[in-house]
Each structure stands twice: as structure tokens, then as C-alpha cells.
Nanobody, 121 residues
Framework: VRLVESGGALVQPGESLTLSCVASGFTFSASSMAWFRQSPGKGLEWLSTVTQSGESTFYANSVKGRFTISRDNANNTVHLQMNGLQSEDAAMYYC???????????????RGQGTQVTVSS
């Protein structure tokens, strides 16, 4: 399993950002995919999950209505569109293979290296 995130950046409060994650080494279209974030102040947080064909999506209450998860099975890619970013959204963001609807105790094993999102004026 190889997952490579990209798209992290320094943004100002209120701005938007889209993260991407390219997958390889497994049958992407047969796997649910998820996004997590981790920061020193808030710890680990599950954010969102999309099922295999994208027919179902799930969101943590903290990002529901602001973040949108999507996937492109033709290109083995999952995205996280983030709108209205605030300082509390600053974190390292990870994509992971698998299905979650709540925060686990540790980061999933099948995850990428992460991409940093910083929110500051």
C-alpha cells in the first residue's frame, strides 16, 4: 500500500484548499478511503470517509458542511475539499485506506506520510 498526499499549504482564515491523495499497490476501487488529521494541540481526528464507488460519504461533525470528500477511481485518487479554513484546522492531514466513522486510538497503518495545512493571517 502506498499513499501520497499533496496540496497542503499556508492559507489565511476563511480560504479554501483541496488536498489530494494518490494510491498505489492495492485495488483502489475496492477500498473505502478516509482522511484524518493530527495536531499537537488537538491530537488525532478522523475527518471523512468515502466508500468504494463514492456512493456514500461520512463526515465528522467538526467538518460537516465545510469539507467534501471525493474520489476518482480512474486515477486512483481521493480528494478533500476544505472551505472556510480556520486556525483550528491547522494540522498534518493524512489519507488512509479503510473505513472509519470515528477517531481511532492511533493513526491507521495504511496511510500516507501526510501533508501540512497551516492557517494563519
Amino acid at each position: 500500500v502506498r499513499l501520497v498526499e499533496s496540496g497542503g499549504a499556508l492559507v489565511q482564515p476563511g480560504e479554501s484548499l483541496t488536498l489530494s491523495c494518490v494510491a498505489s499497490g492495492f485495488t483502489f476501487s475496492a477500498s473505502s478511503m478516509a482522511w484524518f488529521r493530527q495536531s499537537p494541540g488537538k491530537g488525532l481526528e478522523w475527518l471523512s470517509t468515502v466508500t468504494q464507488s463514492g456512493e456514500s460519504t461520512f463526515y465528522a461533525n467538526s467538518v460537516k458542511g465545510r469539507f467534501t470528500i471525493s474520489r476518482d477511481n480512474a486515477n486512483n485518487t481521493v480528494h478533500l475539499q476544505m472551505n472556510g479554513l480556520q486556525s483550528e484546522d491547522a494540522a498534518m492531514y493524512y489519507c488512509a485506506k479503510g473505513f472509519w466513522t470515528q477517531t481511532p486510538s492511533v493513526l491507521p497503518v495504511d496511510r500516507g506520510q501526510g501533508t501540512q495545512v497551516t492557517v494563519s493571517s
